[in-house]
Nanobody, 122 residues
């Protein structure tokens, strides 16, 4: 059984930065992803990283501003968010995909964290 716990969310002004962390328990040598859900909107893909950390994949809306990384020795995945915009406000979730495919499809992910709130003030 895998458990995922996100942290690092908070309130930040537009243009600021935050780093989210996702600590995983259990076997985690799989693709990890970050998703987000704003009030009244569907959950959307943000970024994914393969098991080795060599390959990454980003939504167009965050490309060039967000960076996903992982430290397998610590079983932790990170999302560095720079140049935050008001529209980045959402609950951010990390997720694990046991198929190891690098995908933006939420249906491919098997385990989810509880989420961490990111609020960007304009």
């Amino acid at each position: 059984q895998v458990q995922l716990v996100e942290s690092g969310g908070g309130l930040v002004q537009a243009g600021g930065s935050l780093r989210l962390s996702c600590a995983a328990s259990g076997r985690t040598s799989y693709t990890m992803g970050w998703f987000r859900q704003a009030p009244g909107k569907e959950r959307e893909f943000v970024a994914a990283i393969n098991w080795s950390g060599v390959s990454t994949f980003y939504a167009d809306s965050v490309k060039g501003r967000f960076t996903i990384s992982r430290d397998n020795a610590k079983n932790t995945v990170y999302l560095q968010m720079n140049g935050l915009k008001f529209e980045d406000t959402a609950v951010y979730y990390c997720a694990l995909d046991r198929t190891r495919a690098l995908t933006a499809s939420s249906g491919s992910y098997d385990y989810w964290g509880q989420g961490t709130q990111v609020t960007v003030s304009s």
